[in-house]
T-cell receptor, first 112, second 115 residues
Framework: QKEVEQNSGPLSVPEGAIASLNCTYSDRGSQSFFWYRQYSGKSPELIMFIYSNGDKEDGRFTAQLNKASQYVSLLIRDSQPSDSATYLCAFWRGGATNKLIFGTGTLLAVQP | GAVVSQHPSRVICKSGTSVKIECRSLDFQATTMFWYRQFPKQSLMLMATSNEGSKATYEQGVEKDKFLINHASLTLSTLTVTSAHPEDSSFYIC???????????FGPGTRLLVL
């Protein structure tokens, strides 16, 4: 089982719609979760981080965390063509090997 | 805030030469910096973690004598690719954080092409 699983996509949504990106993780001890956006040929940029169960909203973005189900998601409201990118889910794996574990990313395509 | 820069953004070198890449945190003190490599259409691969003033911790399979990392100050880490070969051609990205399990902020990346 992969430590972080994401659907590679592409996820295609029309402009103005809600894009829903999902991620599951295997480490029950994880406390910190992150969503990054990566445009083609560019480095990742932080969208949001979430530590607590429930929802966290920032502008058009909402992150949702359910630790019992080991599930984190990112909702993008009023999707714009400029949101088209690969979205990476990540969590901190603690213990002896402290590092950020990334999913392979979901490619989002927002159609004008 | 939380800006990380990398220099150079792009480098082309001949096989056998060494290349140094700098990573700087511009507006915060980065006690921990990370170096990643990304090949086309693939995921980010962590190469090493470095803490200011101590030796870097390398991931399995990453040659520490080939990829030299120095984290001499709270705002600067360098990665030197020694005796570069064409298979080292990749997108090298650093990130910086104020500590383990804190948010990582990524630099813009350095594209290395070894001829």
């Amino acid at each position: 089982q992969k430590e972080v699983e994401q659907n590679s996509g592409p996820l295609s949504v029309p402009e103005g719609a809600i894009a829903s990106l999902n991620c599951t993780y295997s480490d029950r001890g994880s406390q910190s979760f992150f969503w990054y956006r990566q445009y083609s040929g560019k480095s990742p940029e932080l969208i949001m981080f979430i530590y607590s169960n429930g929802d966290k909203e920032d502008g058009r973005f909402t992150a949702q965390l359910n630790k019992a189900s080991q599930y984190v998601s990112l909702l993008i409201r009023d999707s714009q063509p400029s949101d088209s990118a690969t979205y990476l889910c990540a969590f901190w794996r603690g213990g002896a090997t402290n590092k950020l574990i990334f999913g392979t990313g979901t490619l989002l395509a927002v159609q004008p | 805030g939380a800006v990380v820069s990398q220099h150079p953004s792009r480098v082309i070198c001949k096989s056998g030469t060494s290349v140094k890449i700098e990573c700087r945190s511009l507006d915060f003190q980065a006690t921990t910096m990370f170096w990643y490599r990304q090949f086309p259409k693939q995921s980010l691969m962590l190469m090493a973690t470095s803490n200011e003033g101590s030796k870097a911790t390398y991931e399995q399979g990453v040659e520490k004598d080939k990829f030299l990392i120095n984290h001499a100050s709270l705002t600067l880490s360098t990665l030197t690719v020694t005796s570069a070969h064409p298979e080292d051609s990749s997108f090298y990205i650093c990130s910086a954080s104020t500590g383990i399990q804190e948010t990582q902020y990524f630099g813009p990346g350095t594209r290395l092409l070894v001829l």
